[in-house]
Nanobody, 121 residues
């Protein structure tokens, strides 16, 4: 399966963005798709994940009150809705996945290229 993230851009603090992660290729069963972010000089952070089977989500505590994850089965797309953005949310955002639940977040099996989010103060 291939992943392609999109939807990033420049937004003012307090604004919103919705990132998309499009799944393509041969999807054999229900994957778990996670969102990650990384900014220069910092370690990669796990933002959240969604289980394709049932749609249950886990969101990291540091964004739980502002970010949500959803999916569109018909379009095979996962969304990261980000509200009340802060300058510290500036990062390159990636989606990654696995068919093994325990692999997300520590050992994703496939990655997308990511999309840049920049939040100005």
């Amino acid at each position: 399966v291939q992943l392609q993230a999109s939807g990033g851009g420049l937004v003012q603090a307090g604004g919103s963005l919705r990132l998309s992660c499009a799944l393509s290729g041969r999807i054999f069963t229900s994957p778990i798709i996670g969102w990650f972010r990384q900014s220069p000089g910092k370690e990669r952070e796990f933002v959240g994940r969604i289980n394709w089977n049932g749609g249950s989500t886990d969101i990291a505590d540091f964004v739980k009150d502002r970010f949500t994850i959803s999916k569109d089965d018909a379009d095979s797309t996962v969304f990261l809705q980000m509200e009340s953005l802060k300058p510290e949310d500036t990062a390159h955002y990636y989606c990654a996945g696995s068919y093994v639940e325990d692999h997300i977040p520590d050992h994703p099996d496939f990655w997308g290229q990511g999309t840049q989010v920049t939040v100005s103060s």
